[in-house]
């Protein structure tokens, strides 16, 4: 039986865009080939689906890739919490080691080409003995590495990662540089290219920094504010281009409102609210107000909220202080979910044009 080709993605840092990547090339490789499988063969972001603890990147890529295999096949491993400890007193590797190893068999019966996502850097999942550098020779795949802007930086975790890829046997074949600031685009394409040359590295692509990407749906502050939406439903997709606290004066807060503004104020200050309701209706500005969050658990004047109503404008009630909300909102770790359609169509445009794909395919 003739054997798949193999990617493996692997990232120097957490949030460098290793599934953006994976969900881009997944898309991009279905146009080159027949059949493309996926796999994450350690996840540590899980969720409940059909029954299984499953990696959420697994899902997405399900989801929106249209991968059909079996999800707990293509997520094997799920690192739930008091994992590591138990494994480090107990467990044995080569239990691991064949459930990926049985996973993948099955993930790639008949694929033309499986793209396999890691889990972090080369080193995540040592102490567990199957860091992705271990995984990447288990399963005998090429690696593809994911970094994130600068100069220095980036060439300097490229080669720190690359030696342990090195150690295990493993072949790097290039690197993907993501989020570069398009002011510095050309210079840090151009640079970096001779750095890594000067590596014996090779560079697939440079993605520039999308904001729409690293920002957090309205969907997802409700998610990780426990909130409730009271008005707004049809706008949650809204992707915050910014945010503000309302603890000012109106006239104040209208010189800092922008389009894709999320405004957090306690629900008690019906002069902030009306102030964004009155710029969002306004054609003047053409600024659209992407959410209210009302902090306090304070619901404002039932006139003032009926004309909110009114607008578009998600209005989210939470029940924590202004400081706090605004603290979890700003710190959110941002993952594209499937129902993020406007992000994943992004994401996919993204590596369809920065990166040279039929480069990867001739290398691996």
């Known amino acids: 039986m003739r054997k798949p080709k193999k990617i493996f993605i692997a990232a120097t840092m957490q949030n460098d865009g290793k599934t953006t990547v994976s969900m881009g090339l997944i898309m991009a490789l279905k146009k080159r080939f027949k059949n493309v499988g996926f796999i994450k063969p350690i996840g540590q972001r899980y969720i409940l689906e059909q029954g299984y603890k499953v990696d959420e990147d697994s899902v997405l890529i399900e989801d929106i890739c249209g991968i059909r295999c079996r999800l707990n096949d293509m997520s094997p491993i ?76 980036p060439i300097d975790e490229v080669m720190l990662n690359a030696s342990l890829f090195e150690k295990e046997g493993v072949d790097l074949k290039g690197v993907i540089i993501n989020k570069v600031l398009r002011k510095k685009y050309d210079k840090i ?69 922008e389009d894709g503004s999320l405004i957090i104020t306690p629900g008690d200050r019906e002069d902030i609210i009306l102030a964004a309701a009155g710029v969002h209706l306004s054609h003047e500005k053409d600024i659209e107000i992407a959410g209210i969050v009302l902090t306090g658990g304070l619901m404002p004047h039932d006139e003032i909220l009926e004309l909110v109503k009114k607008t578009d404008i998600p209005v989210i009630l939470t029940q924590g202080d202004t400081y706090t909300v605004a603290s979890r909102v700003h710190d959110m770790i941002i993952k594209i979910k499937p129902r993020d359609r406007l992000k994943v169509e992004a994401a996919i445009k993204l590596v369809e044009e920065y990166v040279d794909i039929d480069r990867i395919v001739s290398d691996i």
């Open 189 to 257: 394409k151009e640079v970096v290219r001779h750095g890594l040359k000067r590596q014996g590295v090779n560079l697939y692509g440079v993605m520039p920094y999308m904001k729409n990407l690293a920002m957090p749906t309205i969907d997802e502050v409700i998610e990780e504010t426990s909130g409730r939406l009271l008005c707004g439903k049809a706008k949650t997709e809204n992707v915050l281009n910014k945010i503000l606290v309302g603890a000012m004066e109106p006239h104040e807060a209208l010189q800092y409102m």
């Open 78 to 153: 799920a690192i739930e919490r008091g994992f590591t400890e138990w494994y480090i007193m107990h467990g044995k590797r080569d239990d691991l080691a064949k459930k990926i190893s049985d996973s993948f068999e099955r993930v790639s019966n008949g694929m033309d080409l499986v793209v396999i996502e890691g889990t972090g850097h080369a080193g995540v999942g040592s102490c567990f003995d199957l860091s992705n550098a271990a995984v990447a020779k288990l399963l005998d795949a090429s690696v593809v590495l994911v970094t994130s802007g600068g100069i220095g930086r």
